[in-house]
């Protein structure tokens, strides 16, 4: 029996990888939360409850308001635009009313998030 | 009255009551073959990239339909993502109808339409039971119930998944809900589906199209979906556009003449008297060039275009 009954946890190898940690030292996810099957490959196999299931890995999955909102914030830092200016040009238009509505002031501290991430390093 | 006329006289109603609800309803079971006599350009070889002229999108939506580039659809990431239910209207495809029923009563549990190769299957839970609860996962064919008004079949679909109003980028939001007409005329079929989107629209969106029923059985199903690179999408990589930096803002005008304000869509746009409002603004091309109508895609210019605004 896997997972002592529990549901199994199926993730990529590197899943497993980020939240265990080497012998000796303490891992940052208790072994609990731990993927019970992982897979190194491309794609994972399985038949479950009479279904065939494809599991495939994507590797660069992400989210697009993070994406764009930075890559917005980056072309206005390389502009040279002050964080003032960056928070008045409303980067996260289009994402707001969404992901940002419930509390203004966390998009604001996103993007200014972003910008001191992005103008520590203007050579990105 | 007595108690047994009482009962009999109850019946009866019940017994009426019951057989005018069956009869006012219509069967859907089959295969409909999409029409496409309407939207051609959208059903086919689909929108140009700026286009959200009838698209009641607020300042939020525009920006993300500005943002997008159809080169997203390559990412790995995507291209098995399907489109949501909208797509029944949207698409090119026919469509599969079959009735599930329950194997004691014979009543029918859900009504389904199969799935394209680019959108789910929709299972119309006609059983009475609850849409789910807000945090219950999204799905890409989302939960949709239906009841019968008469003879149309009305269904309300929710928990979709953030997708598109149009095949250019047009956003919709994983809040959005959609409320679809089925309206059978002997032969013909017409679907007429409201989206209403708290997040990107200032008012409900409605879209239709129409369809005939074919004796030729259509494929339930599309092929599996096979995703592969296609050369897009580096690390941490999106294909978009900058906001003002959308190159295709100025084409329906330098093609057609048609004010920048109409393709930017807008509630506004929705309605007949907009023509008028920027028919001074418009003006006509010597040749109309692309898309000119009377041919299939790719045959020669028709000619001039015919009265596109404000004629």
Known sequence: MTNNGAASILANENVLLRMSAPTGEVSPFPSAAWPTETFETGRKYKYLNGEAIEVLHQPRAHADMVTIVRDRVRAMVNGGMTLAQVQAANPAQGYVRRYGSASPSATRTFVESVYASLSSSRTN | ?311
Request: hydrophobic fraction near 40%.
């Open chain 2, 1 to 311: 009255m007595t108690v047994l006329r009482f009962r009999l006289l109850l019946a009866l109603v019940v017994t009426l009551l019951a057989c005018r609800s069956a009869s006012a309803q219509v069967d859907l079971v089959g295969s409909w073959a999409a029409i496409n006599h309407e939207d051609a350009l959208e059903r086919g070889p689909g929108p140009y990239a700026v286009d959200f002229t009838g698209i009641p999108l607020n300042d939020e939506g525009r920006a993300k339909a500005l943002t997008y580039s159809a080169s997203q659809l390559s990412m790995i990431e995507r291209q098995c993502a399907l489109y949501t239910q909208l797509y029944l209207m949207l698409g090119p495809f026919g469509l599969t109808v079959w009735n599930e029923t329950d194997a004691v009563t014979g009543d029918t549990v859900a009504i389904v339409i199969g799935a394209w190769e680019d959108r789910a299957p929709m299972t119309i839970w006609m059983d009475g039971r609850p849409h789910p609860s807000k945090h219950a996962p999204l799905l890409r064919s989302g939960f949709t119930t239906g009841v019968w008004e008469g003879e149309t079949l009305v269904t309300r679909t929710t928990h979709m998944k953030a997708n598109y109003l149009r095949r250019n980028g047009a956003p919709s939001s994983d809040a959005a809900v959609m409320t679809t007409h089925f309206l059978r005329h002997g032969d013909l079929l017409s679907v007429v589906a409201s989206v209403e989107d708290p997040i990107y629209l200032t008012e409900p969106y409605v879209v239709s199209k129409m369809f005939r029923l074919d004796s030729a059985p259509l494929r339930p199903i599309g092929p599996p979906c096979q995703p592969g690179f296609e050369g897009i999408g580096g690390e941490g990589q999106v294909p978009h556009f900058l906001p003002g930096q959308n190159p295709s803002v100025g084409e329906l005008t330098t093609l057609y003449g048609i004010p920048r304000v109409a393709p930017l869509g807008g509630a506004a746009t929705m309605h007949p008297d907009f023509r008028a409002s920027i028919r001074d603004q418009f003006v006509r091309p010597e040749k109309c060039t692309r898309n000119c109508g009377g041919g299939p895609p790719g045959a020669p210019p028709a000619g001039p275009v015919a009265a596109p605004v404000g004629r």
